[in-house]
């Protein structure tokens, strides 16, 4: 019987042991996150060698659309990635379309501001203008709040 009391009181102090650094642990993990503000600031045509004229563009942050001059803030930890996604259109009877995606670790955000720019080549897919280029260059502002 004095075996098996000391038993439970052991068995006892494991289990509280073990539910204290759960709770220790999730506290932790809750107090990495940090909040990021990331801006789609601009989309801008910077060469257009005969592709076209009627453009459309657009851009995601971690697979969330976003416009120009809009901001989605995200909690993240220093192990996440920032995806930036931007894509543009050129809109004739065969679209022709670029698409790059950068991914910036949030362990490199050193500085409280950083901007990334990512350049996306369209090429014309038909008609005697075919394999000609165009670049389009997204600007994204990424801030620590």
Known sequence: MKHLKSLLMVCLTIVLIL???NVALAKSSKSTLK???ITFVSAKLVENNHVGNEWSTGAEVNGQAISVGKSKTLKLKD???IILTATAIEEDKVPDEGTESEEVEVSSLTKQKTTSKINVMVTENRGRYSGNTATWTFMFKIEKL
């Open 19 to 21: 539910s204290l650094s």
């Open 35 to 37: 909040s990021y503000k």
């Open 79 to 81: 192990s996440d990635m």
